[in-house]
């Protein structure tokens, strides 16, 4: 039996990831999706609402495997994020959420812990898989690495858009700061940090509305025979 086909996506913070892997599964109808991000996202969260320190490795690696998540839509077509019977949608996107995942990200037993995780959800027809370490760690034979960038700045102008669109309040300075910090993080630390694979197509998006990075994108798959 051959594994099913996997399409990677990684990139920094706010780059467009999420909106090319929407896409994505317009283009490859029926392909399963793995958003790793949510999956760092959630066991933080997790770990900090029982009072696990997010410096425990341990407790962390031990966590891992039992949070109860389910990724749905709600009638409209919204995103839907349970964690443990409960509605953390708005919570797992917060930037608060997002540098503890990244603390948490960097600890070796945290990312062994998530990796047969994110190995199951590798199946038939496929997979469109988003994150940092997707292409070169997580499925490195995948069929398609697209590692998408883009300037900090508008990075953070991107996420601030998007957050005041989902009602969450920010402010460019907080954001700029936060991501930054982030992206530190995970670009300089000693396990998976964040880095094309040797293999990846890189498209810088700071110039770019939405629809030219699809285009590119549907190129790419037609590359690859995958449309
Ligand atoms: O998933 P990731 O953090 O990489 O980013 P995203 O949530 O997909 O994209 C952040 C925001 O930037 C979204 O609201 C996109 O619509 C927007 N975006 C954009 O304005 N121009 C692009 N070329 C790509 C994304
Ligand atoms: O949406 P955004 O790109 O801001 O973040 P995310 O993809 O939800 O990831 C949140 C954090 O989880 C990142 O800053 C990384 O530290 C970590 N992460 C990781 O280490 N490896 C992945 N494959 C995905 C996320």
Redesign the pocket.
Known sequence: TSLAHVVAV??????G??MVTRALTARLPGWHLL???????LLALAAHQTGIELTDAKALAALAPNLDIKFSETEEKQELIILNNQDVTRLVRTETT?GM??KI??IPEV?VALLERQHAFRQNPGLIA?????GTV?FPDAVLKIFLDASPDERARR?LNQLREAGISATLDDLRTEIFQ?DE??RSRAV?PLVPASDAVTIDTTSMPPAEVLAKVDELLKSRGLI
Request: glycine letters at 18%; proline letters at 3%; charged letters at 40%.
């Open positions: 990684d990139g920094p913070s706010g780059v990831k999420g958003d790793s991000g949510a999956l760092y996202r997002g995942a990244s990200a960097s990312r988003d994150g940092r370490d997707i997580i996420r982030r993080r995970d998976a």
